[in-house]
């Protein structure tokens, strides 16, 4: 039975810059640049931000808070299907030191038949902390998962004729060295124009991390997916990561996945059934 090795070598720089006016507003840049598997070179957020005592207001192109994406591997978690990036305003409130409420509202990528007279998308999300944080959880509510990336970019994203919202919560508990988190996205409904085998996605992630020293770190995964186009259906893995300095470090990782019988073909039209991924990242921040 076929299986899918994969080797990716892609570079990747981002530029940060930070201009803050006043004890409260402060203007963030991010760009990113990347070579490897295709190049894309992006203004990746560019936002105000103004912040209160218990409040806080982001406006301007930023990532809308839909999902944490809580992981220590190379390559990004599956769930991050439903990463979602818009130009909008992000307004926060602290209802107490434990509880905190978003409301947000955008101008997504897509454009499909229902958002007619430029309707803006919408989201909340609420959050708790407790024990000093050392245990936090949450959820929130994204009205539309057709602009999240990984699904914005199929061509039939703009001719579905639904809205689709998507639901996301996680958990993250730190015990001292330790560091356990789970995390899910799930579409509520079906969209009316993906295929008939991919069109309710759902992915979850389970990771657990210990750092026997300041500069070492292992982490493991357990994470899976329903009907997310092109990804397994269950994926197990490792990795390591070593602080090379203050400005560097290194991470390994190897993942194993295996795909729902009949989901994902080859070039050949053959079904594959599992696979292999190793990967290497050198990491430098100034």
């Known amino acids: ?112 038949w229902k958002k007619k007279n430029d309707a803006l998308n919408w989201g909340v999300g609420i959050d708790f902390g407790f024990q000093n944080r050392a245990v936090q959880a949450g959820a929130a509510f994204l009205d539309d ?37 789970a995390e899910v996205i799930h579409s509520i409904r079906e969209f009316t124009a ?11 992630n389970f990771e657990l991390a210990y750092a026997p020293r300041s500069t070492l770190l292992f982490a493991f995964k357990f994470e899976g997916s329903d009907e997310l186009e092109e990804e397994p259906e269950k994926q197990a893995g490792f990795s390591a990561t070593w602080r090379l300095n203050k400005y560097a470090s290194l991470s390994l990782e190897y993942l194993v996945g295996r795909y729902k019988d009949g989901f994902v073909l080859d070039d050949s039209g053959n079904a594959l059934s599992m696979r292999k991924q190793f990967g290497v990242q050198i990491a430098a921040e100034f």
Do not use: C, K
């Open 1 to 112: 039975v076929p299986e899918r090795h994969e080797d990716i070598l892609t570079s990747t720089i981002q530029l940060g810059l930070e201009a803050t006016f006043s004890e409260s507003l402060t203007a963030v840049l991010l760009f990113e640049a990347e070579w490897g598997d295709g190049e894309r070179s992006v203004l990746d957020e560019a936002f105000l931000a103004l912040e209160g005592e218990d409040w806080g207001i982001e406006g301007g192109r930023l990532y809308l808070p839909f999902g944490q994406f809580y992981s220590y591997f190379v390559t990004g978690p599956l769930l991050e299907f439903g990463e979602t990036r818009g130009t909008g305003l992000v307004g926060r409130y602290s209802l107490s030191e434990s509880v905190g409420v978003s409301l947000f509202a955008f101008d997504g990528e897509t454009d499909n």
């Open 145 to 181: 998962l057709a602009d999240a990336a990984e699904v914005s970019r199929f061509e039939f994203a703009n001719s579905s004729r639904n809205r689709v919202g998507g639901l996301s919560a996680y958990v993250l508990i730190g015990l001292g060295s330790m560091e356990l988190s």
């Open 194 to 204: 993906f295929d008939e085998d991919s069109n309710r996605p759902t992915a979850w």
